[in-house]
């Protein structure tokens, strides 16, 4: 009963490398999203994916590109990293087609960029 | 656009009280609303959510949250609180963007509980 499975669960980075988030479920769930949670300013959404093929920009996409082949998967990418990108990120999982879907969301994974 | 506010970023409550964290939406449309609680280094777990069906939810832990209309109030109650409620609590409406439910978080609450 895996649910969301994010990795790595920790990363530090130095200013301007790449890397790439992993995140998978098994629910076969249409939407997944990204978010960051910094101090005081709850979790903000970065993007999001309704199905495979299919992406969309939420409220911080600067700085980070996705992409969904599968139902499964929905990687987050740093093309460059900056120090402000240093945050916790979460991956989240539900069903389309109401307000009311839970979102089931994974464990974080925790990045520093130096 | 829809928000929640969450008002107090640190409550303090000795274990037995009353737990109260307070938050207040804006939206145009009847709200979805959400609590979620983070314990410490994990992921963000569902307590309870309103969609209409009933004005006050129970959820898990002995958690509870009355939705009213008239204060856009969505305020999370626990008549006695345990050593193992302490925890960071989140606030979410849901905007339906087409088929997606996107949710907007507030700024938390970080729960406390002394002996």
């Known amino acids: 009963n895996a649910g969301v499975t994010q990795t790595p669960k920790f990363q530090v980075l130095k200013t301007g490398q790449s890397m790439t988030l992993q995140c998978a479920q098994d629910?076969?769930?249409?939407?997944m999203s990204w978010y960051r949670q910094d101090p005081g300013m709850g979790l903000r959404l970065i993007h999001y994916?309704?199905?495979?093929?299919?992406?969309d920009q939420g409220e911080v996409p600067n700085g980070y590109n996705v992409s969904r082949s599968t139902t499964e998967d929905f990687p987050l990418r740093l093309l460059s990293a900056a120090p402000s990108q240093t945050s916790v990120y979460f991956c989240?999982?539900?069903?389309?087609?109401?307000?009311?879907?839970?979102?089931?969301f994974g464990a974080g994974t925790r990045l520093s960029v130096l | 656009a829809q928000s929640v506010t969450q008002l107090g970023s640190h409550v303090s409550v000795s274990e037995g009280a009353l737990v109260l964290l307070r938050c207040n939406y804006s939206?145009?449309?009847?709200?979805?609303l959400f609590w979620y609680v983070q314990y410490p280094n994990q992921g963000l777990q569902l307590l309870l959510k309103?969609?209409?069906?009933?004005?006050l939810v129970k959820g898990i832990n002995g958690f509870e949250a009355e939705f009213k209309k008239s204060e856009t109030s969505f305020h999370l109650t626990k008549p006695s609180a345990h050593m193992s409620d302490a925890a960071e609590y989140f606030c979410?409406?849901?905007?339906?963007?087409?088929?997606?439910?996107?949710?907007?978080f507030g700024t938390g609450t970080r729960l406390q509980v002394t002996l």
């Open positions: 629910m076969n769930h249409e939407y």
């Open positions: 939206s145009s449309v009847p709200p979805y």
């Open positions: 994916s309704v199905g495979a093929g299919i992406t």
């Open positions: 979410a409406v849901s905007t339906l963007t087409g088929t997606a439910s996107k949710l907007t």
């Open positions: 989240a999982s539900s069903r389309l087609g109401g307000g009311g879907n839970i979102q089931y």
């Open positions: 309103y969609t209409s069906a009933a004005t």
